[in-house]
C-alpha cells in the first residue's frame, strides 16, 4: 500500500535508516574492513590477519584456514586489535614535532582522491612523522594535532623511488609507500627532500623481521615432524590451507610483496602485481579440471612463471596443496593437477624450503597410493627435479602432450641432402648429446672432424651451444611458426660438420663424403666460391648427373636457384637507370610531389614508371635465367655415362682447387683509414686467412702461432692480437669465431703431444653461445 504522499513516516524511515547502518556496519566487519573512526584509517587493525612474524611458535594444532574474507570479527578482531596496540605505542598528548621515536619527520603533500594530474585538484599538505613501526600523518605539527592516518610498516612494505617522469608532468617529486591495504602517494618540490624519504623508509622496512605465511608455518611444522605419522596426519586435518579445496582463495599461499606494477620486470608487462597474479594462477589452475584443451592452458599458467619468477614457488604450492586429498584421487581432474606439476618440473626449479615441502608431499602421496598413476606422476617428478636446470623457453604444445603422458619428445634432425634421423629427446637433452648420438648412429666416430646441430629459420643457419637444450629450441620454432607466414621456411635441426680439420682423408664411400659434397653445394649457392661462370656451369652440371644420372628430358629439374648462385646471375644485369633521377635528384622530386598535377612528376607517374623497370628487371632476369639453364643442361649431356658417386668426386675435385675450401667463412667489416670494408674471414685448420669477396687468393695469411689472443666484445667485436698489429673485426658472430679458433689451436696442441695421447672429444660448450642470426640463405 503507498504511503499518503509519497513519503515514508519519519519514525519508521528513521528505523530503516538505522537498520540498515548497522547491517552495514556487521557486513563491513565480517568481511575483514576495519570500523574506521571520523579522524583515522586503523589499517594497523588488519594488518596482520593474513601474516605473523617469523618468530612466534605456536602449538601443534595450529587453527588456521585458508587464506580468505572468512571468519567472523568476534573471533578475530580483538586480539588482532590487542597486537597492533602491541606495534604501535599510543603518542599521548606531546606535540607531533617532539615525538622522540621519530626516524623521519616533515610536511609532505598527499595525494587526495582524484589524482594529483587533476589541475584542479591539489595535493594536501599533513605533517608526515616516520617511527620504527610506522608511517604516521597529522592534521599540523602543534600540540594536540589530529592523527589521520598510520601506515603499519613490515618487512613486505615497498617504497618506490622518485622518477623524473612524474616530475616534469607534475612538478612534483613523489615518493610512493606500499602497504597490504593501503598506497600513500607523497609529493614534495624538492629531490633531495625525496630521498632522504624514501632511503629512510627502505632502512625500516629492511629491518623487520620477516613475515611467513600460515603455509610456511605449516610447511616447517611438517619437516620438523616428518618422523611422526600421527602428528603429520593431524596437521593435515587440522588445516584445511594444505588440502584441496574447489573455492577460490583471496591471498597467495607464500609471502610477495605490497606493490603495483608502477616499474615491472622486463619482459613481465601487461601483468598486474604478483600478489594479484598469484590468485589468478589458482584460478586457473582449477579451470583445469574441465578443460578439453589443457595443454594451452598449462603453457600460460608456464609462460607467467616465466615472466614472473617469484611466482613459480607459489605455483608449486598451489599444485601440492590441490593434489593433497582430493575428493577423487587418482581421478580426471586430479591428474591435470598432476600432470602441470610434471610440466613444472621439467621447466622450474624451486627454492630450497619449498622443494623439500614437495618432496614430501611426493613420498606421502607413494606410500598412500602405491602403483597408481598419481604414484608414477610422482616418481617422474622426482626424477625431473634432479634434471632441471632452468629453462631459457616454457615447453612447446607438443612438449606438453609428451609430459603429459611421460613419453619422450621425438624429434627431426636434417642431414645435408635428404637424409633425415628421428631421436629421442626429453625435457633435459641437450644439443651435445643428440650430436654425440648421431655421431655414433651415422657411424661418424672415427672422423677427426668435429660436428655440431645447427637451427635453421628463416634463411638464417646458427650453430646450437652444446649445453643448450633441444627442447627450447623447439619451442622457438613453435613460437615462429605463428608469424612466419606460409612461404617461408619452417624452423629445423640440421646435423652440420663444424670443425674441418682435414678434407683429403674422408673416404669417397663414407656417409662422411656425403656430408661434406652437401656442404660444399650450400657454399657453392651462397656465393662463398669465387670460380668463373665456366666452372660454376660445370658444377651445377654435376650437381644434376648425382641428382638424377644421365640427362633425360622427363628428369626432375630442380630450381636454378638450387644449382647456381643467384648472386652471380644477378651481377649480369644492369639496372637501367631511371631517366628521372638524372633530371632533378629525389629531395626535389618529393617537393613536386602534390605541387604539381597528376602526370607531371606525380605521384602515380612515378609508381608506374618504378613498376616499369622492376617489370623489365624481372623479364631480363627470366632470359638470363634460361639462358643459364639451357648452358647447364648442355654440360650435363656431357656427362652422360657418369655415375653418381663419380660425378660427387668430380664436384669436390672442382672445389677443393680453391685454396680456401674446408675454411668456415664469415662476413666481417674491417676499419682502416677512417673507411669500413667488407671482407671475407676463412678460420682453417691451420691459419686464417682475409679474402676480398669474389677472389680466390687470400691477401693476408697467418698462422695460429702467430695469433697471441682473440677477445670477443659484445658478440659483435672481433679483436685479434698479432706480433706486429691489431686486426679489429665486426661482426654478429663474434663468439662463434672465437670459438673456432679454440678448437683449431686445440687440435694443433694434440698433434705436437707425443704419440698414444687420445684424441679431444666432443667437448661440452664446443658452439657458441646463440645469436642474432644472420641472413644467409640455405637451399630447401
Known sequence: MPWAGGRMPFPGGLWWLLCCRQGFTLLRRDYGEPIKGPDCEAEEEEESFELRNKGDQGSLEVNLTQPGHTGSSSERSLPIAEEMRSLITEKGSRRADEDPDAIVKGWLQREVRGGVKTPWLRPRKYWFVLTQDSLDYYSGNEAGARRLGSLVLT???????????????????????????????????????????????????????????????????????QNSPTTLEQIYHSNPILRYTSGPIYAPLLPFPYGGTEHPAP???GYAAPRDEAVKLFHSLQQLEGAREPAPLMQGVLQTCQDLPQLVDEVYCQLVKQTTEPPTPGGPSDLRYWQLLTCMSCTFLPSVPVLRYLHHHLQRTESQFPKSEMAQYGHFIAGALGKTKG?????????????????????????????TCCVGITSHTTAQEVAQELVSHLGLAQSPNTFALYAQQRQSERPIPGDALVADVLTRFENLAGEESARELPGRLCFKHYGCLTTDSVPHDNLEFTLLFEQAHELVLRGYMPASEETLQSLAALRLQSLNGDFSAHAPFPRLDELFPASVLNSRLCPLPPAMSKAFPA????????????????????????????????????????????????????LRGMGKSEAMEAYMAL???????????FEVDISSSGSSQRLWLGIGAVAVSLYRPGEAEPFDTFGYSGIEASTATNGATLCLSLPDRELLLHTPRADEITQLLHIYVASMDQEQEPPGTPAPSFQQGLCPPAGPPEMDSFPA
Not at 629492511?206 to 600460515?214: L, R
Not at 619422450?408 to 636434417?414: I, K, S
Open 587 to 638: 629531395a626535389a622530386r618529393g617537393l613536386l610531389v602534390g605541387a604539381l598535377p597528376t602526370g607531371l612528376w606525380g605521384g602515380p607517374t612515378l609508381a608506374k614508371q618504378q613498376a616499369e623497370r622492376e617489370q623489365r628487371l624481372r623479364g631480363r632476369l627470366r632470359e638470363e635465367g634460361v639462358c643459364m639453364m639451357g648452358a647447364i643442361v648442355d654440360k650435363w649431356k656431357q
Open 155 to 225: 618487512s613486505l612494505c615497498s617504497v618506490l623511488w622518485p622518477d623524473k617522469q612524474t616530475y616534469k608532468e607534475t612538478g612534483y617529486w613523489a615518493v610512493t609507500v606500499f602497504g597490504r591495504k593501503h598506497c600513500y602517494r607523497l609529493y614534495t618540490e624538492h629531490l633531495n627532500e625525496a630521498v632522504h624519504w624514501v632511503c629512510a623508509l627502505q632502512k625500516v622496512i629492511d629491518s623487520k623481521v620477516p613475515v611467513q605465511t600460515p603455509t610456511q608455518l605449516l610447511m616447517r611444522d611438517i619437516e620438523e615432524n
Open 391 to 419: 629453462r631459457e623457453c616454457v615447453p612447446s604444445l607438443e612438449e606438453i602432450a609428451g609430459l603429459m603422458g611421460r613419453r619422450e619428445l621425438l624429434c627431426t634432425v636434417y642431414c645435408p641432402g635428404s637424409t
Open 267 to 269: 619482459g613481465a608487462r
Open 655 to 665: 672445389v677443393r682447387e680453391w685454396p680456401g675450401f674446408g675454411s668456415a667463412l
